[in-house]
């Protein structure tokens, strides 16, 4: 195998999709235990493992117990749809889990990395106009790495302890487990982390080749021991729509309700988009930021130094 060739081109990548296989289908058989999956228990057995073992997984999805166990092991070749359903049934995987697991089978099915430009890092000026149209509410796109690659004026206000990171683009998960301002803008900063470690795990196994992620992934394993023991649970998590609870540096408290809307054009991209209940103490806090965001030109300028972003080398046409 060529080891010089820079984009892994020549190598046989099965082996890594097979340990990320091993190791999160292990995790989730870990966490069931028979009295959760239904099955009997005698009196005086003494079990070795928390969870269910193999042979239960396998009863539980009505195939073998050594079909189960290859496929544990990463051997994924042929698996049909059915076998997949009775896996994640037996397992009581969610969507989010389920397609992480399906991402991982088709990547061990693969024998080399595809060749692809990566994930673009560039917000369409279409997507750009429709975010500073948006006055009132806090909006932005991000990529699945969690990079801010936009934002409207009253984002960047809401997120400028985010944005006092001099690295671009700025980087939410970054920001959340090294920086020491997090733990007081995330008011429920342990599930924030949670959170950010699960969706980043289900972008990993989208493109486990993504150099970008796989750079974060490592610096922030390097120096966040919080990080590095979320990232070994092999948790996934798809967080759409809920209520961030955050205390900005000036206005405080704010309770804001989110949405995520996936970007067609560019799927690796999602706008989230932050709002208030009508009349409430978030509203009046979000109003007051707008004021004090007009008044303040340093966040904008803080804010904008990261547009452009850099050219990439590896985004050029080849």
């Not at 990079?147 to 998960?173: E, F, K, Q, T």
């Amino acid at each position: 195998m060529a080891d010089n060739d820079p984009h892994g081109s020549q190598r046989d990548i099965r082996e890594d999709f097979r340990a990320e296989i091993r190791e999160f289908l292990g995790t989730r058989r870990a966490r069931v235990t028979p009295e959760q999956a239904g099955l009997p228990l005698y009196g005086g057995e003494r079990r070795r493992v928390a969870g269910l073992r193999r042979e239960e997984v396998a009863l539980l999805a009505g195939i073998s117990s050594e079909y189960y166990t290859r496929l544990e092991r990463g051997n994924a070749t042929g698996v049909s749809e059915s076998v997949i359903e009775g896996i994640a049934r037996a397992l009581q995987l969610d969507a989010a889990e389920r397609t992480h697991l399906l991402d991982l089978l088709r990547g061990a099915a693969t024998t080399r990395p595809p060749r692809r430009r990566p994930a673009g890092q560039h917000v369409r000026p279409p997507v750009q106009r429709v975010l500073e149209s948006m006055t009132g509410t806090p909006a932005f796109v991000l990529s699945g790495r969690g990079d801010i690659l936009a934002a409207n004026h009253l984002g960047r206000a809401l997120y400028s302890p985010v944005y006092s990171d001099s690295v671009r683009p700025p980087n939410n998960i970054r920001f959340v487990f090294l920086d020491p301002q997090a733990t007081d803008f995330f008011r429920e900063w342990d599930q924030v982390a949670n959170d950010c470690v699960a969706m980043l795990r289900a972008e990993a196994g989208r493109d486990l080749y993504d150099r970008r992620l796989t750079d974060l992934v490592g610096e922030l394993s390097t120096r966040s021991d919080d990080f590095r023991r979320r990232w070994a649970a092999h948790n996934v998590r798809l967080h759409t729509t809920g209520v961030k609870l955050l205390r900005h540096p000036v206005v405080g408290d704010l309770d804001l309700p989110f949405e995520t809307f996936p970007q067609g054009a560019d799927p690796s991209q999602v706008m989230l988009i932050y709002t208030a209940e009508p009349d409430s103490p978030s509203q009046d806090a979000l109003n007051l930021l707008a004021s004090w965001a007009a008044a303040n030109d340093d966040i904008e300028r803080s804010a904008l130094a990261s547009d452009p972003l850099p050219a990439d080398p590896a985004e050029m046409p080849d």
